[in-house]
């Protein structure tokens, strides 16, 4: 959320107060839609830039942690990310459409992005499908993608397996990538369902793993 304001107000109007948002940090006035979000019980994450796969031809911005980067540099774009707001939980590689994936398959390039992560505190969503703790901070991956593409009966059929998911786990964690009506829509509609199908909806924070152990 954040850089369609008007959309990522409405979405905070709209979505159960146990959505997690993400919020980029390219976005420019932002107070009014954290303000939304806050208001409504929202908790937010802070979406940081990493090279997607496909460079150059998809791009995570100027500000963008790159496998090819010095550490210095990355560590620099990684602290201006971090200065854009305040107020988030933790942080995600998931920034719209993009999830950073070739940044976070380089285990060399991560590691002191989680480090300073966990210095801080902060819990750490990796936009990966995945399974299992994470390395040095609490944190997990996603279990699927609901929006693509984003039609309405993707999402529905998306939001299904989630339950599904979530019953033989134990938990699921899904991914909107992006603020759309639909989407919004669909998972308004769905939340209102899941009482009676003895499923209970949790902000990320509730759902993440503590730190793998380091052999």
Avoid: C
């Amino acid at each position: 959320v954040g850089l369609d304001h008007e959309a990522s107000e409405a979405a905070a109007r709209d979505v159960p107060a146990a959505i997690t948002f993400a919020v980029s940090p390219y976005a420019q006035d932002l107070p009014p839609a954290l303000n939304a979000a806050r208001a409504a019980g929202h908790e937010y994450l802070l979406s940081i830039p990493m090279e997607p796969a496909g460079r150059p031809l998809r791009d995570a911005g100027p500000q963008a942690l790159l496998t090819n980067a010095t550490r210095d540099q990355n560590a620099q774009d990684l602290d201006w990310a971090l200065s854009r707001f305040a107020g988030y939980v933790g942080a995600t590689s998931a920034l719209g459409q993009l999830r950073g994936a070739q940044f976070t398959a380089d285990d060399h390039a991560m590691a002191p992005v989680l480090a300073t992560l966990a210095q801080r505190g902060l819990l750490y969503v990796d936009g990966q499908l995945g399974t299992g703790p994470l390395p040095q901070v609490w944190g997990r991956h996603i279990d699927l993608v609901l929006d693509d593409p984003e039609d309405a009966k993707n999402v529905d059929a998306q939001l299904a397996e989630l339950v599904r998911i979530a019953r033989e786990r134990g938990s699921a964690l899904g991914l909107a990538g992006a603020v759309r009506p639909v989407t919004v829509a669909r998972i308004a509609a769905w939340a209102h369902g899941l009482a009676a199908q003895g499923v209970v909806l949790a902000p990320a924070s509730a759902l993440v793993l503590p730190p793998a152990k380091q052999p």
